[in-house]
């Protein structure tokens, strides 16, 4: 019961690192700007999870039961799988935060694109202004990006 009680974190840890992984993915993406919500997320944290699980973790049981073969196999399955997980819940958050001043440049451009868009839109096309505030931009290559103001006729 010992050995249940202390080596029983898998499935546990498994359901409150996903859901947090796929948060993390959102507000610290690992690459571009992320996956698109928390939903997908926690899905793709989900998947990679399960990798971990089914892949990974056998593995690294195997190398614990060599170095304590005192432990039951269920135990050790349970610990290995365990640290794959927080090992790849680190792993997102550390890209993540890597990848945080790119996420950050990329704003910043966008934010320039729309102040020209708007001083362009006010300057230049005054019969776009009450569409400014439903501006849609949209960012084509690095440096390029494409605005729709809609106009006066619907």
Do not use: K
Request: with cysteine; aromatic share 6%; hydrophobic share 50%.
């Amino acid at each position: 019961m010992r050995w249940r009680l202390r080596g029983a974190w898998l499935w546990p840890s498994f359901v409150v690192l996903t859901l947090a992984e796929g948060v993390a993915l959102e507000v610290l993406p690992i690459a571009g700007d992320g996956p698109g919500g928390v939903v997908p997320g926690v899905l793709l944290a989900g998947f990679a999870n399960l990798i971990g699980v089914a892949v990974i973790a056998p593995l690294a049981a195997r190398r614990l039961r060599r170095r304590r073969p005192d432990l039951p196999r269920v135990i050790a399955d349970n610990y290995a799988g365990t640290a794959v997980l927080c090992v790849l819940a680190a792993a997102i958050l550390t890209l993540g935060l890597v990848h945080r001043p790119q996420v950050l440049a990329a704003e910043d451009d966008l934010r320039a694109q729309s102040a020209a868009v708007h001083d362009y839109v006010v300057a230049q096309a005054p019969e776009y202004r009450d569409g400014i505030a439903l501006a849609d931009p949209m960012r084509l290559e690095d440096d390029l990006y494409r605005t729709c103001v809609p106009g006066p006729d619907p």
